[in-house]
């Protein structure tokens, strides 16, 4: 087996590590399992380590399990968090985890008949069947309080953090250790990967493995990736109107690629490790080209591309470069045309906008009347005059004259009308 251990390190990808994981990698294929909370029905940037993580042990020859988290999502994870969540109830739970399950069908396939195929489980299809009394009984009798009071997710809350912790959220750590357990049993499932935060959840696990094969050679070990920041401080994952969705009707395919294309120089050089599959030469490559150009963004360019291929597709990359140029380049009123609905409104969010009736734009509207009178985009007629004769106003991104008339063979997708007064200022008129 090739060492996926070292692949991760230079990429920044290991926090902690488990002794034997390494060997235990090289050895053999190993299926190898993370888990993801349904505490909403699709994943945002945060996830893409893990998803990340999964495709790399594909890639190495070892076989990843996907764990979305139905039974544990009902109570859900206290791992760095200073108070209780809130419990969803079960249709939501259900509508999310099918959300999550779409998601990560993107990036894996779980129909594939190769050896290491991905499998995709559930953990309440083996948690509903449980009683309690069953629970505490065989799996409760294993661990110590002592042992899960230990763990930092509870020492903190236990510590006057929030309003400490619920007996339901305190059990948290078993039920997430009988996960490995049973897909231990079910599968030879021998590793859990997760974010750094998980580390107290996951060796509860590997320490169950062990504690319930009494008799056993048991294996199971853990490992963790660091938590990614941004080198200001401030968190990862966030854009101004909240988090980056996987899902492009949460993120918009186009905010999403110039949210990658806006990092800074510095996290830039991080993430193109952390969150492509570039190779060492062609990254160092990079990183060279910026840092003798860096107002060319080589390395930004690139994050955003592969990410936006990996996440949505090449097309979807595409669509959003022409986007950008839209608003960053010379665009013509035919890219114009081939965006979509969406798409547009992205890129024009915050632009002021106005309506005219269709039958108006049928029979047709002068220029300067549509520049003051239905937009108000100008105060009078004789400024707007003034600006169509310093050429400065453009319909569609193509610039127009005095005589100009407007009419429906104007419209982008039917229902807009771009105008621009010089390189920045513009206007949307929306035909209803």
Known sequence: MKNIISELQWRGLVHDIMPGTEEQ??????????????????????????????????????????????????????????????????????HNVEGIKGVLSRFLDFNSKEVNAAILVNNYDWMKNLSFINFARDVGKRITVNYMMAKDSVK?????????????????????????????????????????????????????????????????????????????????????????????????????????????????????????????DTIEALIEEHKSAPHMRALQRKLAEELTTFVHSKEELEKAIKASAILFGNATADDLKELDEATFLEVFDGVPQAEIARNEMEAGIDIITVLNEKTGFFKSNGEARR????????????????????????????????????????????VV
């Open 25 to 94: 990698l090289l050895k053999e294929m190993t299926t190898t399992y993370i888990g993801f909370d349904p505490t909403s029905d699709s994943l945002h940037i945060g996830s893409l380590v893990p998803i990340i993580l999964l495709v790399h042990l594909k890639n190495f020859g070892h076989k990843p399990i996907a764990l979305v988290g139905g039974a544990t999502g009902m109570i859900g994870d206290p791992s760095g968090k200073s108070d209780e969540r809130n419990l969803l109830d079960e249709a939501t739970l259900n």
């Open 156 to 280: 903190k809350r236990l510590a006057g953090e929030g309003e400490g912790m619920s007996f339901t959220e305190f059990t948290y750590q078993l039920i997430q250790g009988y996960d490995f357990y049973h897909l231990y049993k079910e599968y030879n499932c021998l590793l859990q990967m997760g974010g750094s935060d998980q580390w107290g959840n996951i060796t509860t696990g590997t320490e169950l493995v062990r504690r319930m094969n009494v008799g056993e050679e048991a294996k199971a070990y853990a490992m963790t990736c660091p938590l990614i920041t941004k080198a200001d401080g401030t968190k990862f994952g966030k854009s101004e109107g909240g988090n980056v969705w996987l899902t492009a009707d949460k993120t918009s395919v186009y905010k999403f690629y110039q949210f990658w294309l806006n990092t800074t120089d510095v996290d830039a050089e991080k993430y193109i490790k952390i969150f492509t599959f570039l190779d060492k």
């Open 387 to 430: 600006a169509l004769t310093a050429n400065s106003i453009a319909v569609n991104k193509e610039k127009v004259k005095e005589d100009f008339v407007l009419s429906t063979k104007d419209l982008i997708n039917n229902q807009f009308v771009l105008l621009q007064s010089g390189k920045k200022n513009y206007f949307v008129v929306r």
